[in-house]
């Protein structure tokens, strides 16, 4: 696994995971919210997608579903700063959408590393 594109409306967010995964030897892309992402999927493929679940104009439930819509292999890992509806959090939500792993903002280095490397591994 080689290419991440990262999605999230917050830049200081899409910066600090850029980073870390950079130095860990992976291709970082950026998008700042579903719409720009799809685009940016249209144009090349990526073997993970980071993705918010709250963000403008298409959320991160919404892109979830498109992306495993379009039958791609890449995975999906969802990351949130919490909330719920009823009795389920929104990261669990994540994963019936189809995210292969979730991570709770904020996000350590350490979980970040070992979530992707878990997940380049499957």
Do not use: Q, W
Request: aromatic share 6%; charged share 30%.
């Amino acid at each position: 696994m080689h290419n991440i594109l990262v999605i999230d409306d917050d830049a200081a967010i899409r910066t600090f995971l850029r980073r870390f995964l950079e130095k860990e030897g992976f291709h970082v892309s950026e998008a700042e919210d579903g719409e720009a992402a799809l685009r940016r999927l249209d144009s090349g493929p990526a073997d993970l997608v980071i993705v918010d679940i709250f963000m403008p104009r298409k959320d991160g439930f919404e892109t979830i579903r498109e992306i495993k819509g379009r039958k791609t292999p890449c995975k999906i890992l969802a990351i949130s700063g919490g909330g719920s509806i009823g009795r389920l959090d929104y990261l669990d939500l994540a994963k019936i959408f189809g995210a292969n792993a979730v991570l709770a903002k904020p996000i350590s280095r350490d979980a970040l590393i070992t979530t992707v490397s878990t997940l380049a591994m499957a």
